[in-house]
């Protein structure tokens, strides 16, 4: 399979890239803005499985140009899966949060890969087992716990969430089926930012296992569904 993978420098994504390269049969494409990062993750595969298995292209979702996400697409030949991984979290009381707080938290978010999946719709399209995953958040499911300072980024994850059962509607002549993980708590950057001094009960690479092993299979069992993916029972 042909996976893009978005947000794969740090945390969940670059742990789902590794999880994905480990079979032999998969090509990933590792997209973020730093490149250091993806480049050390593209020689950790070729480390672990002694083979290259993870391409990498640095990628702003809401400044690169189109082209170079669709050229490095066309060097695969195609595209099976997507996941929408990459995020970002403002962390600000609701009174504090300014438009462009709300307009960045959006872009990365939800505008972010609204545009990747009208790029790649034409190859997806074409590829036998297409499967779009949206990464949301916990925070986002309706009736969950919610917390202060956090109402932007929940907001644009329920956003992503509603895409994606909407999208799976769209698209469901076209075999692609479209699915949203809504992740509890997995220890990386972007959780200690936000809640500092909490220790998660998955690791990145626990959580990185399960979206992979969800990306690869999940299209056969699902489409169209927000699955909350939190440990606890609320
Ligand atoms: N960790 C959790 O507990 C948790 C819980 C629920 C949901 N999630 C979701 O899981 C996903 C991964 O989060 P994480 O915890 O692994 O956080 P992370 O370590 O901070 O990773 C975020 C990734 O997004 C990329 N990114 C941010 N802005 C970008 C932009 N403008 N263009 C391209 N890439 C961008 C970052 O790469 P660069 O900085 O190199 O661009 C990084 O690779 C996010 O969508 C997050 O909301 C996480």
Redesign the pocket.
Known sequence: MRILI????????REVALALAADPGHQVLA????SE?LEALAQEAINRYGRTAISWRE????SSDDSILLEAVAGLGGIDILLN?????INKPFEQLSDDDWQRQFD?NVF?PVRVIRLLLPWLQQSASAHIVN?S??GAFQGSSKFPGLSAYSAS?AALANLTECLAEEFKDRHISVNCLA????Q????AAAFPGYQ?PLS?ADMGDFVAWFATHGYRFFNGKILPGSVWTQ
């Open positions: 978005t947000g794969a420098s740090s945390g969940i994504g997209l973020a803005r730093r990062p990628f702003d979702l809401t991984n990459a995020g970002l979290l990365v972010g990464i958040s916990m994850k992740l509890g708590a997995a990386t950057e972007m959780l998660a990145a």
